[in-house]
């Protein structure tokens, strides 16, 4: 498989539920990325991992965990989301900085 | 307060025409500029981007051009093509730290 795969695809989850979004990257890149599309809203980048060592958290609430075990693996544990939580989570991949990332097809997160 | 702005939600042009897609904004300490393209149920794709030292970088049918004194970039795809139609989102950073999109703008080409 190539690319920048993310999984589940789809996520509904109450807001007591503990649940991990999956994003894997098979490009050789060192530097992987969350962002976060609400609706009617821009982009919002979350988290940078550089190397595995988070380099950037644009002040995510806690409920939002990220984790980096290697280069080619990030995650995103999610507990006690609220509502307003809902959207698309994007996770991106990059050599180096942060031109030209690529980008996975996202999941789309419903907290009820 | 948006950093980068794309003030047109979305723009509709004729096969075989220019498409002019703008940008705006209000951190002059960015000094890199992306453009992305996204399908719908897809994740953006990287099309072109410009250092804040150029004023114009081309690639095929797709031209960025920069004016840094009005804090302005566009995207100019000539001739437009239906595949074209996407979201363009504009994005911009400073050497590498505070990655910010704008909120995108929707192309559609004509047939």
């Known amino acids: 498989e190539t690319g920048v795969t993310q999984t589940p695809r789809h996520l509904v989850m109450g807001m007591t539920n503990k649940k991990s979004l999956k994003c894997e990257q098979h490009l050789g890149h060192n530097a992987m990325y969350w962002y976060k599309q609400s609706a009617k809203k821009p982009l919002e980048l979350m988290f940078v991992?550089?190397?595995?060592?988070?380099?950037e958290n644009n002040s995510v609430p806690s409920r939002f965990s990220p984790e980096c075990p290697n280069s080619s693996h990030l995650f995103l544990h999610l507990h006690t989301l609220q509502p307003e939580d809902s959207a698309l989570y994007l996770c991106?991949?990059?050599?180096?900085?942060?031109?030209?990332?690529?980008f996975g097809p996202g999941t789309r997160l419903t907290v009820l | 307060d948006q950093q980068v702005k794309q003030n047109s939600p979305s723009l509709s042009v004729q096969e075989g025409r220019i498409s002019i897609l703008n940008c705006d904004y209000t951190?002059?300490?960015?000094?890199?500029f992306l453009w992305y393209k996204k399908y719908p149920a897809e994740g953006p794709t990287f099309l072109i981007s410009?250092?804040?030292?150029?004023d114009k970088n081309e690639d095929g049918r797709f031209t960025v051009f920069l004016n840094k004194s009005a804090k302005h970039l566009s995207l100019h795809i000539v001739p437009s093509q239906p595949g074209d139609s996407a979201v363009y989102f504009c994005?911009?950073?400073?050497?590498?730290?505070?990655?910010?999109f704008g909120p995108g703008t929707r192309l559609s080409v004509l047939p």
């Open positions: 410009i250092s804040s030292i150029k």
């Open positions: 994005a911009a950073h400073n050497y590498g730290q505070n990655f910010v």
């Open positions: 991992y550089n190397f595995k060592e988070q380099t």
């Open positions: 951190n002059s300490m960015f000094d890199y």
């Open positions: 991106a991949s990059s050599q180096g900085g942060p031109d030209e990332q690529f």
